[in-house]
């Protein structure tokens, strides 16, 4: 037993120092971390083999408001890292993020040592990472080349990861290094003032890490170099000279500060950094080592102070025997001997001297005595307060026991209400009670058991009146405190059942009168008429302690019989549980008898319901299939092919058969999941059935104004909806094929009919016919007015280029508005002579009738007119806009080739429209082609004078080859050939997608071929001009806008 409290004596007062010194090493105040402190951590690192301890304590420091606090446990967890425990690293791993956290905090803050802490988080989270992953290196980098051999392996893809990891490592070492440095020289501070060691010391442990990462570097570069080409670790070179350029700085500035001095011996780096390329420079690479003096610092037994230690120790410092004379002498110099140089004074100082050091040497033997009585009193104290604990735990326990015990009597009773659990309530009570007096004998044997242990403290409390014979005052104390506690651990104890609340209090009301006697012992030569005065009082606290004692034990005693009450009351109450059971089950017979009859009577309904809705769906399919069947037999009735039918409504009908399958669909799968239900799939066949006649007739009647292969398709596809529509109503109406009744084969068919619904749709118009001829006035007049803006818009682009620009760019400027000039002028006289040519198609074809009647009669001619006259505007148009951002030097020479271009074609297709319907020999049609050629001539004068002024103005490079090598010329040669195949890629991309273009274009603009001819008075173009190199392009098509591009047909509309 004593050897037990001995040990926890000692592991509570190795906690109570740990946590006393991580308190006094981690504080606010701008100072450096005391070594005394962060080894005493460190030692309890390895007492306890972890930081489990110190974390516990750190994490209820307020780091985010106090950046010193944070700076300084930064350090410590460094210290921890280095020196501790090796599973402090594991330790330190689990609160990764709170350190990340800690650093973003700090590092989004402009505070001087917030930046410090940023930086020292972000170093330590990389050492804790490198750590982890190589765990063979151990956290004080202190390992040998055999261990960073085996670490680094044989693959040299491993090698080059652990050496940019070690880079890494060593560029946050310097980081903060150069930080603090920076720090102080900007802050003029003294490396001997608290201010500027508090930001140094951490750096101590920077300069072990960095030596050792110098090592490591060096050592990895040398492996690589002998494996890899020189040109690929160029990097890590030009990476290795800045960090040994940097690390040799810090290394010199440091090695000149007084603080370093006297704690650390810097090594020094060699002047120039190894060389990697010569394998023997490895052997004159010297390890650096980095030595710490071995400083007997002191131990101050009392370390409940936190002020600075002084740097000097001024206690034991002697008087040197020559300092003496030394003032006479300056004294005498001053103001003579006296008494012809003797003085009685001397014989008394000389006396005062002796009677001093006598009581300097008895005040040391008081001091020392003092202090092992004190020392001894804190052993008892401290053993005394593991006892205290113990019995803590002991009455904590029994409390809980106690509660348990009265939450279970309760639970029993609320059980014993419950009818349906009458067995399982009376058994578990009964379980209970019996457990309920066990733990009370438990609870009696505890009792027991605190007796012995009472006495046993009453002998250790005589033993340690012994020990103490010397000082009689200090001997009462102790034994007063001593009964104290064994008396107040005794109520504890025996006040388990009644009074919690009061024995928190009257713990905490102990905790403060023993805080009051250990400072009572330490004043125990300075207080002992006091300590007389406390000495009665404890003796009538012990006979009040006796007195609550013998009120406990009474209440034990009816706490047994309340428990005997209890039990016997249980009993009474299974008798009359046992028969409610009885007649609960009798009931339960009885109520079952009439469930089983209910159920039958309910299957045999459902039965009949099940039945009554299968006959309404066969009902309800059987009329479907008569509509159906109706409506097939109309495509064979003789009197049916006169009916006609849109294909538009045709469409309208499709789609409305579509959405009536899907509800269909839907009706069925929620039938077969509830056969109770058919309302649903009624509604739906009902409408499907209908629809589906609708279509299968107007199918029918659209294929009669149909082309011959639309309507053969069309009538095939109407007979084969009736027959899947006629097999799906039939799998619906038995029970065996209900199951894989599907109606996707009619979605299939009814969605054929919808597509050439919707291909026999007319290509409609938006303008009505009796419009045409005024639109084709007005487009041939906004055409010329387009032309006359795009030729005031170059003069005026001419003028400003002239104003702007000078030599060869002006000189290529003019050359392409001239050009751009001649093409408008031209495009202005095709569009007159084509306006005449028109005039005279219409008064030689139109008869008796107006003219308004001839354009309607001949809308696609006209149509086609229009569109051909508003290409040509468009394209003159976008020709002034690519003029001008050409002269302006935002756009591209290739967008106004291509604008020459499309104004030809666009032409073009003016003058094929026109002489579609024109006298061959017409003079007008003469005149219409020879401006459509210089047209032609104009648009490739522009083309040419852009191509020109593009070669004038590029500059093209010399290639001068002569200075590369043969690897530099063929590396430059394979960079030209991927370019190549990169272009020639990209060209035939572009050209799928510009053929793609061209045909969606066809296609939204153009018209079957077939329909050309008919009620237009169109003839074949063979008949009416075979010498046409290019084809007309009338369309049909909305009109857009004068300034936007025209929609135009595609080019084999007429042969």
């Given at each position: 037993m004593s050897k037990h409290i001995d040990t926890l004596l000692k592991g509570k007062k190795g906690e109570d120092d740990k946590l006393s010194s991580i308190s006094k090493a981690i504080n606010s105040n701008e100072a450096p971390v005391k070594e005394k402190h962060a080894r005493r951590i460190i030692l309890g690192t390895h007492r306890e083999k972890g930081a489990?301890?110190?974390?516990?304590?750190?994490?209820?420091?307020?780091?985010?408001?106090?950046?010193?606090?944070?700076?300084?446990?930064?350090?410590?967890?460094?210290?921890?890292?280095?020196?501790?425990?090796?599973?402090?690293l594991q330790d330190c791993m689990r609160h990764h993020s709170n350190i990340v956290e800690t650093g973003q905090l700090w590092g989004n803050l402009h505070d001087r040592y917030g930046q410090l802490v940023a930086l020292y988080a972000k170093l330590l989270c990389t050492k804790m990472e490198f750590h982890v992953k190589h765990s063979e290196i151990r956290a004080n980098l202190e390992v040998t080349d055999e261990v960073l051999e085996r670490v680094a392996g044989t693959d040299i893809n491993n090698v080059f990861q652990l050496t940019v990891e070690v880079f890494d490592y060593l560029d946050t070492e310097l980081r903060l290094a150069e930080t603090v440095i920076r720090q102080l020289n900007t802050?003029?501070?003294?490396?001997?003032l608290t201010s500027g060691q508090c930001r140094l010391s951490p750096l101590i442990q920077v300069i072990q890490d960095c030596s050792h990462l110098y090592h490591f570097t060096v050592k990895l570069l040398f492996k690589l170099h002998a494996c890899l080409p020189a040109d690929t670790l160029q990097g890590h070179r030009d990476r290795f000279h800045d960090q040994?350029?940097?690390?040799?700085?810090?290394?010199?500035?440091?090695?000149?500060?007084?603080?370093?001095?006297?704690?650390?011996?810097?090594?020094?780096?060699?002047?120039?950094?190894?060389?990697?390329?010569?394998?023997?420079?490895?052997?004159?690479?010297?390890?650096?080592?980095?030595?710490?003096?071995?400083?007997?610092?002191?131990?101050?037994?009392?370390?409940?102070?936190?002020?600075?230690?002084?740097?000097?120790?001024?206690?034991?410092?002697?008087?040197?025997?020559?300092?003496?004379?030394?003032?006479?002498?300056?004294?005498?110099?001053?103001f003579g001997p006296a008494n012809g140089g003797f003085d009685d004074r001397d014989i008394q100082i000389e006396n005062l001297k002796r009677d001093l050091e006598l009581l300097r040497t008895d005040l040391e033997r008081v001091k020392g005595e003092a202090q092992r009585y004190i020392t001894q009193l804190k052993s008892q104290i401290n053993s005394l307060e593991a006892e205290l604990e113990e019995q803590r735990v002991q009455k904590q326990r029994a409390l809980v026991e106690n509660e348990q015990l009265r939450m279970e009597l309760e639970a029993t009773r609320r059980r014993n209400a419950e009818h349906e659990s009458v067995q399982a309530t009376f058994g578990e009570a009964e379980t209970r009670a019996q457990a309920t007096e066990q733990r009370y004998n438990k609870l009696k044997e505890k009792h027991t058991e605190l007796v012995s242990s009472h006495a046993e403290l009453l002998r250790k409390s005589a033993d340690t009146v012994k020990m103490l014979s010397a000082t009689q005052q200090t001997q009462e104390e102790?034994?007063?405190?001593?009964?104290?506690?064994?008396?107040?651990?005794?109520?504890?104890?025996?006040?388990?059942?009644?009074?919690?609340?009061?024995?928190?209090?009257?713990?905490?009301?102990?905790?403060?009168?023993?805080?009051?006697?250990?400072a009572e012992v330490e004043r125990v030569k300075g207080t002992l008429q006091s300590n007389e005065k406390v000495g009665e009082q404890q003796t009538r606290s012990m006979s009040a302690l006796q007195a609550e004692k013998e009120r406990l034990m009474h209440s034990v005693s009816e706490k047994e019989a309340a428990l005997s009450a209890l039990r016997h009351a249980a009993q009474l109450q299974q008798s009359s549980l046992q028969q409610e059971r009885e007649r609960s089950t009798r009931e339960l017979g009885?109520?079952?008898?009439?469930?089983?009859?209910?159920?039958?009577?309910?299957?045999?309904?459902?039965?009949?319901?099940?039945?009554?809705?299968?006959?309404?769906?066969?009902?309800?399919?059987?009329?479907?299939?008569?509509?159906?069947?109706?409506?097939?037999a109309k495509l064979d009735d003789p009197l049916h092919i006169r009916c006609t039918s849109s294909p538009d409504y045709l469409v309208s009908r499709a789609a409305a058969t579509l959405g009536s399958i899907d509800k269909v669909k839907r009706g069925h799968s929620d039938y077969l999941t509830n056969m109770g239900d058919v309302g649903g799939l009624l509604r739906a066949l009902t409408q499907f059935s209908h629809l589906a006649a609708d279509t299968i007739i107007n199918g029918s009647a659209t294929a009669h104004m149909a082309p011959t292969d639309h309507a053969d398709r069309l009538t095939e596809n109407c007979r084969g909806c009736a027959t899947q529509s006629l097999q799906f109503l039939k799998d619906l109406k038995s029970k065996a094929s209900l199951q894989r009744a599907d109606p996707a084969s009619i979605r299939i068919v009814v969605q054929k009919i919808l597509r050439l619904g919707e291909e026999l749709r007319p290509k409609g118009v938006d303008v009505r016919q009796d419009e045409l001829g005024d639109l084709v006035d007005k487009e041939m007049a906004a055409t010329s007015a387009a032309i006359e803006e795009a030729v005031r818009r170059i003069d005026e682009m001419m003028n400003q280029a002239r104003k702007d620009t000078s030599g060869v760019k002006l000189e290529v400027n003019e050359r392409i508005l001239y050009s751009c000039t001649d093409l408008m002028k031209a495009i202005h006289l095709l569009v007159l002579t084509s306006t005449d040519l028109q005039k005279e198609i219409v008064e030689g074809g139109r008869g008796a009738a107006t003219i308004k009647e001839f354009y309607a009669r001949n809308s696609r001619w006209t149509e086609g007119l229009i569109s051909a006259s508003k290409a040509v505007g468009w394209g003159a148009t976008q020709m002034v806009e690519s003029a001008d951002k050409v002269v302006l030097h935002t756009g591209k020479y290739e967008e106004l080739i291509v604008c020459s271009h499309e104004i030809a074609a666009s032409t073009a297709q003016l003058v094929a429209s026109s002489k579609v319907k024109a006298d061959r020999n017409s003079t007008k049609l003469t005149a219409l082609q020879q401006a459509s050629?210089?047209?032609?001539?104009?648009?490739?004068?522009?083309?040419?004078?852009?191509?020109?002024?593009?070669?004038?103005?590029?500059?093209?490079?010399?290639?001068?080859?002569?200075?590369?090598?043969?690897?530099?010329?063929?590396?430059?040669?394979?960079?030209?050939?991927?370019?190549?195949?990169?272009?020639?890629?990209?060209?035939?991309?572009?050209?799928?997608?510009?053929?793609?273009?061209?045909?969606?274009?066809?296609?939204?603009?153009?018209?079957?071929?077939?329909?050309?001819?008919?009620?237009?008075?169109?003839?074949?173009?063979?008949?009416?001009?075979?010498?046409?190199?290019?084809?007309?392009?009338?369309s049909i098509?909305?009109?857009?806008?004068?300034?936007?591009?025209?929609?135009?047909?595609?080019?084999?509309?007429?042969?």
């Open positions: 489990f301890t110190f974390w516990s304590y750190a994490l209820g420091l307020p780091l985010s408001s106090n950046s010193i606090l944070s700076w300084k446990f930064c350090h410590v967890v460094h210290k921890v890292l280095r020196d501790g425990h090796h599973n402090s802050s003029i501070a003294i490396s001997t040994f350029h940097s690390l040799k700085t810090f290394f010199n500035k440091a090695r000149d500060m007084m603080y370093f001095k006297r704690l650390i011996q810097i090594p020094k780096l060699p002047e120039s950094p190894p060389n990697f390329l010569h394998a023997a420079s490895l052997a004159k690479h010297a390890r650096p080592v980095v030595v710490i003096p071995d400083e007997d610092e002191p131990e101050q037994v009392d370390d409940d102070d936190d002020d600075p230690e002084p740097l000097i120790n001024v206690s034991d410092v002697t008087v040197p025997s020559m300092a003496v004379p030394q003032q006479f002498d300056i004294f005498d110099q001053t102790v034994e007063r405190t001593k009964q104290q506690l064994a008396f107040e651990v005794d109520r504890i104890k025996q006040d388990a059942d009644m009074k919690l609340e009061e024995q928190k209090f009257e713990m905490e009301k102990l905790k403060r009168e023993f805080e009051e006697k250990k009885e109520l079952q008898g009439r469930l089983q009859e209910k159920s039958s009577c309910e299957e045999q309904l459902q039965q009949k319901l099940l039945e009554e809705q299968f006959s309404l769906l066969q009902g309800t399919v059987s009329e479907a299939e008569s509509i159906i069947q109706d409506a097939v050629r210089r047209v032609n001539e104009m648009a490739a004068n522009v083309v040419a004078s852009t191509k020109t002024g593009q070669e004038n103005l590029e500059d093209k490079d010399t290639m001068d080859f002569s200075g590369m090598s043969l690897i530099k010329l063929k590396m430059e040669e394979m960079e030209s050939q991927v370019k190549v195949l990169e272009l020639e890629n990209q060209l035939g991309n572009e050209r799928l997608r510009l053929g793609e273009l061209r045909k969606k274009h066809y296609d939204i603009a153009g018209v079957p071929a077939a329909g050309l001819s008919e009620g237009n008075g169109l003839a074949p173009s063979s008949a009416s001009e075979p010498s046409s190199p290019k084809p007309s392009k009338p098509m909305r009109k857009p806008a004068l300034a936007q591009k025209p929609n135009l047909p595609p080019k084999n509309m007429f042969r």
